[in-house]
């Protein structure tokens, strides 16, 4: 009795009510709405006409158009709203400036004193409310294939009335959810009856709650310039909002909400097509949905067809808003361009781009044991797993597929080798040792193990999941064995050894392969032209820019033995050349480069990220390499057209570095400190222009200090696209191209015309290459909203200007302004300020950057602004943390920087960036080098190093005498000390068979069988031989053969005891 007059006492109170009310059962709504109500955990609002649950502090920090949240406002009117309470009743056309942050379902005057009607809301956790958001924002959003929410929040408006309206009048039920996993936002408006527009203090009529200023829906960033609104708000035909969408579910809305802008999901008639995944592998099969045109359901959907890189595919039509297809093979990767068409293919209404990559990790087949196996050694079966969740089938299908050229050499071909049939859904297989399922035998080994659902008959367009593409010596022993199996009838015992005859058989047929390749390559060589030499050292390739580590062979790996034996780390060419070629170097374990025959590179024809990216580099690089030096004994006529570059033409680039408080060392070396504020010229060249944007700094308090940071760049390179990346605090950075803003969230690594762009968010880094004539690497890292970056600069590529320097090898002219003049770089610093750093301001006209709604090129600079040019006075405390952290008192721009803003990380960034440039200096220090040494005919070297101070000794093989030095020494003069060495053959002569070698003393002379060279067995005299001593004959009947048409004189010479 108590608690039910409690109850009744709560709810008189009407506005002042404020805590839960107990139901005995969830609140009746329409299907796609999120549950609510008491009985789910929600709270229900304060009974109130035009005011809000206060603030609701919530567990996760929302995205909101780039800004993150706390807490929010569940307002009475239809509104859930940031920073502060909306109690305005009548809706004003957005956009509204005054941080009036806003997401509005339906912002009318909602009086909840007028009836029953309640407004509910909680966040929540709920593991099936997850599952199901993550599924409704990944249809409405295709991109977003992987989302997963982490936290969702659900308000909902229950049969509320309008103020002037009673227990009688018109009702209104609608739903606000936001969804995150903690980066990317989302927000869902759902509808059921909606019945009234507008409260009487609006205008409306008492009677219906239509007329006057309608609700308003939509959303609204604050700034006064960023929104979006519904169609139909503040209109009389918001009251029709439950029988729209743009999902494809009536009385449904989605849009994502957490970027600069508000996007709608959906489909659209704008032309603009969404993709999910947005890149997936060239080799195909993955499924590939698309959003962008609205599907009539209800009417033929087999003429909806998808166009990719000019190639028709059909799809299957999802929904109203999505349609799949299957992604067809492609030898390409880049950039493509997809269309969609729904009416067969007559025209292409909606379009967008999709990335084509080498391979996918997240899609692939894991070879489980390759490494381990041998060639002919058939004790160790390939394992492979897969993913089971790929495949909608109880049973798969498992192929090799082999990849050749066409005799163009510009085009791919495959061959399909069934090795499986009907195998059980269970992500783990060991593949058979024979090819009893294959009826014709193909002794290629270069492919990829496709694993697809097992289907009835032959399709091109079937979901497959693929391995990399290797040379398979795997697949060999398979071919090897059944090749056994059908021609000497053998078992093909798994734990069996190729019989020798067979294998010697098939090596030669690799042999002749290896030849023919050899004919072909050595009429037209690969040329290393516009290739960087290789550096001499791994700790000069570890800081030169232009070149990155070679997956096949990386810090001493198990893979580096099976092409490189002897290498312990190998790295190749970033980029291409403008012929496709690439340079790959590799380095013993102390550092040194190696040549070919120890384990070193070789030039490539094609790089492994041009032309059929990969795949063209495995066809005419790395399959040759293993049919010549792996499969047969002919390794030197792949050395020939592949050679070694031996480091002696190698040149560092120079490096420009910029950290902290915009303090700057440039190409030269020169180190000052740049204070400007505003968009500068940071590097101008006729091929090459870098700009970049000084913001002022705060310290730990929040307040804006007298220093400047470098906060965003943009550069660009002759023929390429147009870079710029920003620091944005939410998300790390911001990066566009083309003025077109990126998403590295799925693909980190992506190719645009002539730059290739990188972004690691969780390392916070970005990398951004150049490619042409000269290849510009700039390397940023950001750290509490401050870029420090660094510029690699090759020294042919000319000499710049700006406040980077200009690369000429002289401190003393670095601080040039555009007009020429050269100014002291010991002026004191406001000097240096004024007459120098402040003439390389840019122009509006000159500004290479794009600027957001709002901004502008002169909303960036503060001509008032004076930055303060010394350190600041502090306490001795203070001084002694500071030289703590950065590491001593002469760490000068660390200390500056945490004197400035007392953030000891951004101190200890530029204490870092100072030592990563020193070490890349000192790193890139020319080092005396005297070429590679080659290894004698019949002989061994020992020693393979080419820099100074090395040693490499000699000696021949058994039947060879060494002439010249046995050992030689790389001078500083950058030549080898000694001669040439040889190994010179002496010839014991058989019976029945041509002369073979045998050894002799190395004081001798060489014995040869025929007349045609002099030799021992042509001396005039006894006494003449004996001065030399040579191997003693096995018999004279032996040497008559040799001797047989010789004179007296010599075949008594040839029969002299020799020792």
């Known amino acids: 009795m108590l608690l039910l007059q409690l109850r009744a006492t709560l709810l008189a109170l009407g506005a002042l009510l404020s805590t839960s009310v107990t139901v005995a059962a969830p609140l009746p709504a329409p299907t796609h709405f999120y549950p609510y109500g008491t009985a789910v955990g929600d709270r229900i609002a304060p009974v109130n006409d035009d005011g809000s649950t206060g603030d609701v502090p919530i567990s996760v920090k929302f995205p909101y158009v780039d800004e993150e949240h706390e807490s929010l406002y569940v307002n009475t009117n239809g509104v859930i709203s940031f920073l502060e309470e909306v109690s305005q009743f009548t809706p004003d056309a957005f956009p509204l400036d005054g941080n009036r942050r806003l997401i509005a379902a339906f912002w009318g005057d909602v009086d909840t ?3 029953s009607g309640r407004v509910y809301y909680r966040e929540t956790r709920d593991s099936d409310i997850l599952r199901r958001a993550s599924r409704e924002v990944r249809q409405a959003f295709v991109r977003f294939t992987r989302f997963s929410a982490t936290w969702v929040f659900i308000a909902s408006w229950h049969r509320v009335t309008y103020y002037g309206g009673s227990s009688s009048t018109s009702l209104n039920t609608f739903q606000i959810v936001l969804i995150t996993n903690g980066r990317h936002s989302f927000t869902m408006f759902n509808y059921g009856d909606i019945a009234w527009t507008t409260g009487t203090a609006s205008g409306g009529s008492s009677s219906t709650g239509l007329g006057g200023v309608p609700a308003q829906v939509g959303f609204n960033a604050g700034d006064g310039i960023v929104y979006r609104s519904v169609p139909g708000s503040r209109t009389a035909a918001i009251v029709n909002i439950e029988t729209t969408t743009n999902v494809g579910l009536c009385g449904r809305w989605v849009f994502r909400i957490d970027d600069s802008t508000v996007k709608l999901g959906g489909c659209n008639n704008a032309g603009t097509l969404e993709i999910g995944p947005s890149y997936g592998p060239m080799k195909g099969g993955m499924l590939v949905t698309v959003s962008g045109p609205c599907f009539d359901q209800h009417s033929d959907t087999s003429n909806v067809v998808c166009k990719i890189a000019n190639i028709v595919t059909p799809a299957k039509v999802l929904d109203a808003t999505r349609a799949q297809f299957i992604l067809p093979m492609l030898t390409k990767t880049g950039v493509v361009h997809v269309a969609v068409s729904t009416d067969g293919g007559q025209h292409y209404t909606h379009a967008g781009n999709f990335t084509l990559v080498a391979s996918d990790p997240l899609h692939t087949v894991t070879m489980v ?4 196996i041998k060639l002919g050694q058939f004790a160790e079966r390939l394992r492979i797993t897969w993913l089971t969740v790929y495949f909608n089938a109880t049973v798969v299908d498992i192929d090799f597929v082999i990849f050749r050229y066409n005799s163009d050499r510009t085009s791919v071909r495959t061959k399909i080798v069934r090795l499986m049939n009907g195998v059980r859904n269970t992500g783990s297989v060991t593949l058979p040792i024979g090819l009893a399922n294959s009826p014709v035998l193909i002794s290629d080994s270069l492919g990829s193990l496709r694993i697809s659902a097992a289907i009835v008959g032959g399709s091109s367009h079937i979901v497959s999941l693929w391995s990399e593409i290797h040379v398979a010596q795997w697949y060999t022993n398979m071919y ?14 798994a734990t069996a050894l190729a019989t020798p005859a067979l294998l010697a058989r098939v090596r030669q047929t690799w042999a002749s392969q290896c030849s023919a390749w050899y004919q072909v390559e050595r009429g037209n060589p690969p040329s290393s032209a516009n290739l960087p030499a290789c550096p001499c050292t791994r700790r000069q390739a570890k800081f030169d820019s232009r070149f990155e580590n070679d997956p096949t062979c990386s810090n001493g790996a198990a893979n580096c033995s099976l092409l490189h034996l002897g290498a312990h780390h190998c790295v190749r060419t970033a980029l291409a050349s403008a012929l496709g070629t690439g340079q790959q170097c590799c380095y013993d374990e102390a550092g040194d480069i190696l040549p070919f025959e120890n384990g070193g590179g070789s030039l490539q024809r094609a790089h492994p990220k041009r032309n059929i990216t990969g795949l063209s580099h495995l066809l005419v690089d790395v399959w040759p390499q293993f049919l010549c030096c792996k499969y047969s004994d002919n390794c030197d006529k792949f050395k020939e057209v592949r050679p070694t570059d031996n480091c002696g ?28 504020l505003g968009e500068f010229w940071l590097l101008r060249s006729p091929h090459f222009e870098l700009q970049g944007r000084a913001s002022q700094d705060s310290n730990i308090q929040g307040q804006l200090v007298g220093s400047t940071s470098w ?7 002759t023929g390429g696209s147009l870079v710029q990346v920003q620091i944005n605090r939410r998300t790390g950075v911001d990066i566009f191209i083309d003025g077109v803003k990126q998403d590295f969230d799925d693909l980190h690594t992506q190719e645009f015309t002539r730059v290739t762009v990188s972004c690691d968010v969780r390392n916070g880094t970005v990398e951004i290459r150049f490619h042409g004539a000269d290849d510009y690497v700039i390397k940023m890292k950001w750290i509490e909203g401050i870029f420090s970056y660094t510029l690699s600069w090759p020294k042919y590529a000319g000499h710049p200007c700006a406040l980077l320097g200009n690369a000429n090898g002289d401190v003393t002219d670095d601080l040039k302004t555009p007009s ?7 002026s004191p610093p406001k000097e240096l300020h004024e007459e120098f750093a402040l003439m390389w301001k840019t122009t509006a006209e000159e500004s290479m950057f794009v600027y957001g709604a709002g901004a502008s090129h002169d909303g960036y600079t503060d001509p008032s602004f004076e930055p303060q040019f010394e350190q600041p006075e502090v306490d001795d405390d203070t001084k002694r943390q500071a030289t703590e952290i950065c590491g001593g008192a002469d760490a000068k721009d660390c200390i500056f920087d945490y004197l400035m803003t007392g953030k000891a990380s951004v101190a200890r960034d530029t204490a870092e960036a100072v030592r990563q440039h020193d070490s890349a200096v000192d790193s890139a220090k020319k080092v005396v080098t005297c070429g590679f040494l080659e290894s004698p005919g019949n002989g061994t070297k020992n020693g393979s190093s080419p820099l100074a101070g090395s040693v490499v000794k000699f000696s021949c093989n058994d039947g060879f005498i060494l002439d010249g030095s046995a050992q030689r020494t790389c001078t500083e003069a950058g030549t080898w000390d000694g001669v040439d060495t040889k190994c010179i053959g002496g010839y014991d002569c058989g019976a029945h068979s041509p002369c073979t070698p045998k050894r002799i003393d190395a004081t001798a002379s060489c014995i040869f069988a025929t007349s045609t060279r002099p030799s021992l067995c042509s001396v005039a005299t006894a006494t003449a031989v004996t001065s030399r001593p040579v191997a003693r004959a096995q018999s004279t009947t032996r040497l008559s053969v040799c001797a047989s048409s010789k004179s007296n004189t010599r075949r008594q010479t040839a029969q002299l005891s020799m020792t």
């Open 113 to 115: 004193t007028r009836n």
């Open 369 to 372: 044991n390759k490494d381990n």
């Open 480 to 493: 090897l064995n059944e090749l056994r199996r059908r021609t000497d009838g053998g078992t093909g015992s």
């Open 649 to 676: 033409r190698f040149e560092p680039p120079v490096i420009a570095t910029t950290f902290g408080s915009a303090h700057i060392i440039t190409l030269d070396g020169l180190r000052y400190t740049f204070n400007g």
């Open 711 to 717: 906060t965003a760049i943009a550069a660009k390179a």
């Open 820 to 826: 020429g003049v050269v100014i002291d770089s010991n």
